[in-house]
């Protein structure tokens, strides 16, 4: 309330005293003392009177909805009520303008990718938002005021919650979900409350494994030819007079063969490598499909070597858009594959066909066949059905995981259908978008 309000309410109780005073005289004057005295009396109570039913509509006021107008009133509680009713709605618009940034927070916290709990004394739920109702398998709905050591019953997470050390965040999978890893943040504020942030590792656990793997494959695979290669050279260092000209030759010939498999090696992690980072894919080319097919024939023809009958059949022609240096790489590894997993005297067949559906490239063999579990994980780095057979045909284990990466840039998709001891099929699927007519410009 103003000093100028306070003035004009004392203001109206001096005027109102000054009229009682006045009719109280004058009453004395016509009519005695005594009656000077009843008037005065009569004047308090009706004036107590007046000032108890203001009281009591201020009262009533009180009680009824927020917004509801003022009761009316003369004189200085006029006044009174008016300085009350902007006092109100100033408070009924700051409450408004607290709620709408409430429920914004909430919103947001609601929106964030990562989990967020709000804990009060004695480490009980007072907020939650969604994230983290999944990251605990909790519901805010029965969950809210129950301590949380009470619902998360992994002792680990109770350790870091209640202890005192929150510099460091909590890694721990999750008891309720299997396979999710949570990265827990706790944040101490307030009286003897926290903030409890969760964020879902899973994705980063999976790709550290994966790194950790290649590593692993890398160093296994790299480790093998090295040791042959260091072993002839260190035998021939050793005794080089002990051994004859056809022995020597052999050597040679072998530790070329490693060093030869380990270039191979380099030269697809380094391909893979460039597939995977996302590097610019090159120029798009019209890529006719009839001549590339046919290096391929003749590159897989000269790995057979004259051990397999490879055959190519063409039903239809066409243009490819895309990388040729690429589709070559993805379309060889194919058709090499199936050279060396196919015991000499077998078949492979490579074929193109084209049709209003897109056009489709496979390959077909007689070879030893891949059983049913082991399909789903063949475009994976470094997987082996057999690790001793291929490091026997010279394959790096990574062909399949560069075809994958090949073909994701060309919209194909890869099936694989086999039968072990009776062949497999390897085909590729090009959507109609990828295909030309070999007659436009």
């Given at each position: 309330?103003?000093?100028r309000?306070?003035?004009?309410?004392?203001?109206?109780?001096?005027?109102?005293?000054?009229?009682?005073?006045?009719?109280?005289?004058?009453?004395?004057?016509?009519?005695?003392?005594?009656?000077?005295?009843?008037?005065?009396?009569?004047?308090?109570?009706?004036?107590?009177?007046?000032?108890?039913?203001?009281?009591?509509?201020?009262?009533?006021?009180?009680?009824?909805?927020?917004?509801?107008?003022l009761?009316r009133?003369?004189?200085?509680?006029g006044?009174?009520?008016?300085e009350?009713?902007?006092?109100?709605?100033?408070?009924?618009?700051?409450?408004?303008?607290?709620?709408?940034?409430?429920?914004?927070?909430?919103?947001?916290?609601?929106?964030?990718?990562?989990?967020?709990?709000?804990?009060?004394?004695?480490?009980?739920?007072?907020?939650?938002?969604?994230?983290?109702?999944?990251?605990?398998?909790?519901?805010?709905?029965?969950?809210?005021?129950?301590?949380?050591v009470?619902?998360?019953?992994?002792?680990?997470?109770?350790?870091?919650?209640?202890?005192?050390?929150?510099?460091?965040?909590?890694?721990?999978?999750?008891?309720?979900?299997?396979?999710?890893?949570?990265?827990?943040?706790?944040?101490?504020?307030?009286?003897?409350?926290?903030?409890?942030?969760?964020?879902?590792?899973?994705?980063?656990?999976?790709?550290?494994?994966?790194?950790?793997?290649?590593?692993?494959?890398?160093?296994?695979?790299?480790?093998?030819?090295?040791?042959?290669?260091?072993?002839?050279?260190?035998?021939?260092?050793?005794?080089?007079?002990?051994?004859?000209?056809?022995?020597?030759?052999?050597?040679?010939?072998?530790?070329?063969?490693?060093?030869?498999?380990?270039q191979?090696?380099?030269?697809?992690?380094?391909?893979?490598?460039?597939?995977?980072?996302?590097?610019?894919?090159?120029?798009?080319?019209?890529?006719?499909?009839?001549?590339?097919?046919?290096?391929?024939?003749?590159?897989?023809?000269?790995?057979?070597?004259?051990?397999?009958?490879?055959?190519?059949?063409?039903?239809?022609?066409?243009?490819?858009?895309?990388?040729?240096k690429?589709?070559?790489?993805?379309?060889?590894?194919?058709?090499?594959?199936?050279?060396?997993?196919?015991?000499?005297?077998?078949?492979?067949?490579?074929?193109?066909?084209?049709?209003?559906n897109?056009?489709?490239?496979?390959?077909?063999?007689?070879?030893?066949?891949?059983?049913?579990?082991?399909?789903?994980?063949?475009?994976?780095?470094?997987?082996r059905?057999?690790?001793?057979?291929?490091?026997?045909?010279?394959?790096?284990?990574?062909?399949?995981?560069?075809?994958?990466?090949?073909l994701?840039?060309?919209?194909?998709?890869?099936?694989?259908?086999?039968?072990?001891g009776?062949?497999?099929?390897?085909?590729?699927?090009?959507?109609?978008?990828?295909?030309?007519?070999?007659?436009?410009?």
């Amino acid at each position: 309330m103003t000093i100028r309000s306070v003035r004009y309410l004392w203001t109206g109780a001096l005027g109102a005293f000054a009229v009682l005073g006045a009719l109280a005289l004058t009453v004395g004057v016509l009519f005695g003392l005594t009656a000077a005295l009843l008037s005065v009396i009569a004047g308090l109570l009706l004036l107590c009177w007046h000032q108890l039913r203001q009281m009591e509509a201020l009262a009533l006021w009180t009680r009824e909805p927020i917004g509801t107008p003022l009761p009316r009133a003369p004189g200085p509680w006029g006044h009174l009520f008016a300085e009350l009713a902007r006092r109100s709605r100033l408070a009924y618009s700051m409450r408004e303008r607290l709620s709408t940034a409430l429920e914004r927070f909430r919103a947001a916290s609601q929106a964030m990718p990562d989990g967020v709990m709000y804990l009060a004394e004695h480490d009980s739920i007072e907020w939650i938002n969604r994230k983290s109702e999944q990251h605990f398998g909790l519901d805010h709905r029965r969950d809210l005021g129950v301590p949380v050591v009470n619902l998360v019953r992994q002792p680990e997470f109770a350790r870091y919650l209640q202890g005192s050390d929150h510099e460091e965040a909590l890694v721990m999978a999750s008891a309720r979900r299997r396979g999710l890893t949570l990265l827990v943040q706790v944040i101490p504020y307030g009286d003897d409350q926290k903030l409890v942030i969760s964020r879902d590792i899973s994705q980063l656990e999976k790709l550290e494994t994966m790194r950790r793997d290649f590593v692993a494959n890398v160093s296994h695979e790299l480790r093998t030819p090295l040791t042959v290669v260091s072993g002839f050279l260190e035998t021939l260092m050793d005794g080089w007079d002990d051994f004859s000209r056809e022995d020597i030759a052999h050597f040679l010939k072998l530790a070329h063969d490693q060093s030869t498999r380990m270039q191979r090696l380099i030269e697809d992690l380094l391909t893979l490598s460039a597939l995977e980072t996302g590097a610019p894919a090159p120029a798009e080319e019209r890529v006719e499909v009839a001549g590339l097919l046919r290096e391929v024939h003749q590159q897989v023809d000269l790995l057979s070597g004259g051990r397999h009958e490879v055959t190519l059949h063409l039903d239809g022609d066409g243009v490819l858009l895309g990388s040729r240096k690429e589709l070559h790489s993805a379309f060889a590894n194919l058709g090499s594959n199936a050279v060396r997993y196919t015991p000499a005297g077998g078949k492979v067949r490579l074929c193109w066909r084209c049709d209003a559906n897109g056009g489709e490239f496979s390959v077909e063999d007689t070879g030893i066949g891949i059983a049913a579990e082991h399909i789903p994980r063949l475009t994976e780095r470094f997987y082996r059905v057999d690790r001793g057979r291929s490091r026997e045909t010279g394959g790096t284990g990574l062909g399949l995981a560069i075809v994958k990466h090949i073909l994701g840039r060309h919209q194909g998709e890869l099936h694989v259908d086999s039968t072990p001891g009776v062949g497999s099929r390897f085909s590729v699927r090009f959507p109609p978008t990828r295909l030309a007519s070999s007659d436009k410009p």
